[in-house]
């Protein structure tokens, strides 16, 4: 099953308050991480009208569903937010997949090979 199903989904106003209050945060160019450990894996993808018009907003909130999916194996359960930030459209696919990389490994969120 994808993590990007409704099963997955966090929408819930209290978990969003709570998270950008205590969870942990790393801030690249491209967007904003941020991650609280969890039982279940929740994801959320947020892009405010500082990004753009509806359809850039879409757009960056695509880019950051389609990195998730890609990593999707790798990543820790727990409750995650991604907001994006509007320099997601001025990088190329390459350095935003390395900001993502370089995120997640800060925040320490990929499982451990063992």
């Known amino acids: 099953m994808s993590c990007l199903s409704k099963l997955h989904r966090l929408n819930n106003s209290k978990d969003f308050n709570q998270l950008y209050k205590s969870g942990k945060k790393w801030h690249t160019h491209t967007f904003v991480a941020f991650f609280s450990s969890s039982e279940k894996l929740n994801l959320a993808f947020v892009a405010s009208k500082k990004v753009g018009n509806a359809v850039k907003r879409a757009k960056a909130k695509r880019k950051l ?11 820790l359960s727990g409750k ?35």
């Open 65 to 75: 569903r389609a990195l998730c999916l890609k990593y999707e194996n790798r990543l």
């Open 80 to 114: 995650y937010i991604f907001v994006a930030k509007d320099m997601i459209f001025e990088k190329d696919y390459k350095s935003f997949e390395k900001d993502f990389l370089y995120a997640m490994k800060k925040l320490q969120l990929f499982k451990t090979d063992e």
